[in-house]
């Protein structure tokens, strides 16, 4: 079988690997789509995200998935051959922040295709891969696996929305039109927000966050005559940029939230503090997810809009042309890689 493994900055190869089998309390899955992740990109072109480096050749990718084929001793779940989202998320159970029902943030966590801890987490980017069988999630009735390959990045939206609080009849700002910002997009709106303004560099970004549902939308390096919002009750930034964080915290009301989504770049980064105190800004961080993949799954099986977010399906032979594609923004929102192609 067919698996992307990165074994250093800039050196994505696609290796053919053995067919793993299930073992107590796993499923092994015949993968059929898999989404190339903003982490992906930066461990194919830098070596790692943020503090997390390769230490050793690493199986990308955790937005995943296919079809059940098999389940090892113990394991049960979805029959063989139903189509299932894999949840990539593992966390320990036992940790203080577990317990305390936060265990997107669990301090021992596993995480497909993560180098957060050594020996690293494989990923799902290959045809058959073998996940613990509680992560995994049937389809609902009327989502295919081409949407349903969106569910991953649209819980971490859905968390971010969630961790600003009600949005409903509010005006959101999202900094960052990328995947993550245009699925921000759909959640807050699919949350009551009475309207979204998004802001971004590229125009073409811009333009698949006015598909996703964004009201109004602006170059981020226009004037400020260019339509940008006077004041927004709520800000999520999206871009994992210094400036980013900056607009957001400069737009948002006295006593409104902001909502940082994006990992901004390792070591240090300036922000207008002072704005946090004398406005009483709410500055809030958003990690992963957790409960809320059912939920996009749910909301990705009524909602058919999605499906203009994906730019690009490539077959798993032509991975390095998948990523490049999903880097330039300027051409692509979401890329799939197929790996039955």
């Not at 819980?155 to 509010?170: E, I, K, N």
Request: glycine letters at 12%.
């Amino acid at each position: 079988m067919l698996g992307c493994v990165i074994h250093g900055r800039g050196d994505l190869r696609v290796e053919e690997l053995p067919v793993p089998l299930p073992g107590p309390g796993q499923a092994l899955v015949a993968v059929r789509y898999g989404g190339v992740c903003g982490s992906d990109l930066h461990y194919w072109r830098h070596g790692g995200v943020g503090d997390f480096r390769l230490r050793e050749p690493m199986l990308l990718g955790h937005e995943v998935v296919g079809t059940v084929v098999a389940y090892g001793d113990g394991a049960s779940g979805p029959l063989a051959g139903t189509a299932v989202a894999v949840h990539p998320a593992t966390p320990c159970g036992r940790c203080p922040e577990c317990v305390d029902g936060r265990r997107n943030v669990c301090r021992d966590t596993r995480y497909l295709g993560s180098a957060a801890r050594f020996p690293h987490v494989q990923g799902g980017f290959a045809a058959r891969v073998v996940v613990p069988a509680d992560q995994l999630r049937p389809l609902p009735a009327g989502l295919d696996l081409r949407r349903a390959a969106l569910a991953e990045p649209l819980s971490v939206a859905l968390h971010a929305v969630r961790r600003a609080g009600d949005v409903a009849g509010r005006h959101v700002l999202v900094t960052g039109a990328g995947p993550i910002g245009c699925l921000v997009v759909a959640a807050a709106k699919a949350a009551g927000a009475a309207g979204v303004t998004v802001t971004d560099l590229l125009p073409a970004a811009l333009e698949y966050a006015r598909a996703a549902g964004a009201d109004t939308v602006v170059r981020a390096d226009e004037p400020d005559d260019a339509g940008w919002p006077a004041e927004v009750d709520v800000a999520i930034e999206a871009s994992g940029v210094a400036g980013g964080l900056d607009t957001c915290l400069r737009l948002v009301r006295r006593g409104g939230v902001v909502v940082q989504l994006g990992m901004l770049p390792p070591g240090q980064s300036p922000f207008a503090g002072n704005l946090v105190v004398s406005r009483e800004i709410e500055l809030r961080g958003a990690f992963r997810f957790d409960t809320e993949f059912d939920a996009a799954l749910e909301l990705l099986a009524v909602e058919g809009s999605f499906d203009g977010l994906v730019s690009a399906v490539v077959p798993v032979r032509r991975a390095e042309e998948a990523f490049a594609l999903a880097a330039d923004r300027s051409r692509s929102c979401k890329v799939l890689l197929d790996f039955e192609g």
